[in-house]
């Protein structure tokens, strides 16, 4: 019916006002006299060449009455008052929109009565308006906070989520905090000052400690800040709790200089620049206690493990046409034995950023694995040293990472004694019941 009604609203259908005509013509042929009849045949001509066929129409002697000859006047006015007009408008071509709309009516009531037979998930309400929530400014202005939802290819192997995506939703409040703040001008984090003088934040050291990692469809909460660091230096900090319950998930400091743009040269902070954000910067201590440890090189020689062959892609690339900090710590975490990441999760890192490598950089990540227990076991804690270099030793990051046992929370594992996985199991337990003594 609503294929009908359309290819009628755009194709209509001949209207019958040609056949009105013809039939005013005939009768104006009937009322002009007899002489206009043809009466000299009553046979119907053979089929033309359009399929149809044309028949003369029989024609009697008009009547007498008295001895008089009766015409066949027939008022054409009065016809042509009861038949439909022959000019018709653009409105009178119009089809019958009820048709049309009670077919749409149709098609939503069937498609609604689908969508409610659905078992949908019912969702929380947070998760419901952070899909598009860009974050609010808090505490006067000097607080930025943005909720997160974990999205199911933001989790790893063991069903949390990776310290990648968590480094991702810290660079992302601290990008729309700047946005909030009116701050944003044509480059990315940049301030309309710091455009001017093709100035970028880049940052030089970072500090991360996790106390737990999210899952999937766990909601985040996190929290920035900005603090003065030195002359010409800034500090960013970051508080990440849980949604539901509060609790801490991560804390991360950082320190960040300006770059000049084309020269990719330090610069040192505009009094200028110092005026846009100097009324957004929090007088208060570190999230984290500054580690002071200077974190050693590593050499071939020096190093157990050692992943060559690194090439940065085009998506690795920011649009300050340098890798992502992010993309780093992936390609340190790539010469980390595997057995340390089955039964091991990264607990806190402290990064030394010193150079920036561009698209056609070839790389190779370093690493040294130190274990805090005396007897060597895996059980303890595991503290790493790492770097990554180009192919020609140019340092770019050094890093240290700790690591701690994963939990297992009940989860019982049997083996052979040269380490053969025989049965995995997670056993659940509840009190005896004491049947009222």
């Known amino acids: 019916m609503l294929a009908s009604t359309t290819v009628s609203a755009f194709f209509p259908v001949p209207s019958s006002s040609s056949s009105v005509v013809s039939a005013k013509a005939s009768l104006k042929a009937v009322t002009d006299g007899p002489e206009n009849l043809d009466v000299r045949s009553n046979v119907a001509k053979p089929m033309s060449s359009s399929g149809t066929m044309e028949v003369k129409a029989q024609a009697q002697a008009l009547p007498k009455v008295n001895g008089t000859k009766i015409g066949l006047k027939i008022d054409a006015q009065k016809i042509e008052e009861d038949a439909p007009s022959a000019s018709r408008t653009f409105y009178n071509q119009l089809p019958d929109w009820s048709f049309l709309f009670a077919a749409i009516t149709t098609i939503f009531l069937a498609a609604e009565k689908q969508f409610t037979l659905i078992d949908w998930k019912p969702r929380r309400p947070d998760m419901l308006g952070d899909a598009f929530d860009l974050g609010k400014i808090m505490q006067d202005g000097l607080v930025f906070r943005q909720n997160f939802s974990v999205r199911s290819y933001e989790i790893g192997a063991d069903g949390t989520a990776s310290i990648e995506t968590l480094m991702n939703h810290l660079q992302e409040t601290a990008l729309n905090h700047v946005r909030s703040a009116g701050l944003l001008g044509d480059g990315f984090g940049s301030t309309p000052q710091m455009s001017k ?160 490598c561009g698209r056609d950089s070839m790389l190779q990540s370093l690493s040294a694995v130190s274990d805090k227990s005396p007897d060597g076991s895996l059980e303890a804690g595991i503290e790493c040293q790492h770097l990554l270099r180009m192919e020609c030793g140019a340092e770019i990051v050094r890093c240290q990472t700790d690591w701690r046992p994963k939990r297992t929370q009940g989860r019982v594992f049997l083996r052979m004694e040269c380490g053969a996985e025989i049965v995995r199991c997670q056993t659940d337990w509840r009190p005896k019941r004491t049947q009222g003594l």
């Not at 920035?224 to 030195?230: E, K, L, N, Q």
């Not at 002359?231 to 970051?238: A, F, L, P, V």
């Not at 890798?323 to 806190?348: D, F, M, Q, R, T």
């Open 197 to 356: 003088r093709n100035l970028i934040w880049v940052v030089t050291k970072m500090q991360v400690l996790v106390e737990q990692y999210p899952s999937w469809e766990d909601v985040i909460e996190v929290d920035t800040w900005v603090a003065p660091s030195g002359k010409h230096g800034m500090r960013r900090d970051w508080h990440v709790h849980d949604y539901q319950t509060g609790q801490t998930v991560l804390r991360a400091t950082s320190v960040w200089v300006m770059m000049n743009k084309q020269t990719r040269r330090l610069s040192k902070l505009p009094e200028e620049v110092r005026e846009e954000i100097g009324s957004y910067f929090v007088d208060c201590d570190p999230v984290i206690n500054e580690d002071g440890r200077k974190l050693p090189k590593l050499e071939d020689n020096t190093a157990d493990y050692v992943c060559r062959g690194l090439t940065p892609r085009w998506g690795d690339l920011d649009i300050n046409q340098h890798v992502n900090n992010v993309k780093y710590i992936g390609w340190i975490l790539e010469s980390v034995p595997a057995s340390i990441l089955e039964s091991h999760e990264l607990a806190g890192m402290t990064l030394e950023y010193r150079r920036e």
